[in-house]
């Protein structure tokens, strides 16, 4: 038996970004239709629209700073990323959350 609270908690994928390894973690459950409708309904140059929704999701990274302090998810962090680094993430995290087809399963084309 499956509880609600549960599906979705979190889930922790890899991003590897300039040769660095990063590993992201997520709320799954966060990603839903309401998520995704905010997300499409954000105009095309709304860059902190979308760090906004990024970081509704992420729970944390292992990204650290100078002195080897973790560092958390937060928009104003993520101001200051390179835009490239934030679309990995985000990648990450959707390819993620894609429907795996299990081995033996047919596609719908045969």
């Not at 140059?45 to 990204?63: K, M, R, S």
């Not at 560092?71 to 104003?76: D, H, I, Q, R, Y």
Request: proline letters at 5%; charged letters at 25%.
């Amino acid at each position: 038996m499956a509880y609600l609270s549960k599906l979705g908690a979190r889930r922790t994928v890899p991003v590897v970004y300039d040769g660095e390894s990063i590993d992201v973690t997520f709320r799954p459950a966060g990603v839903n239709a309401d998520w995704q409708e905010h997300l499409q309904g954000l105009k095309k140059d709304d860059q902190t629209g979308y760090l906004e929704l990024l970081a509704e999701v992420l729970v944390a990274w292992d990204i650290l700073d100078d002195d080897g302090q973790q560092l958390a998810p937060t928009v104003e962090l993520m101001r200051r990323f390179p835009t490239d680094l934030l679309y990995e993430v985000a990648w990450a995290i959707f390819e993620s959350l894609a429907p795996k087809r299990k081995s033996g399963e047919r596609s719908a084309a045969g």
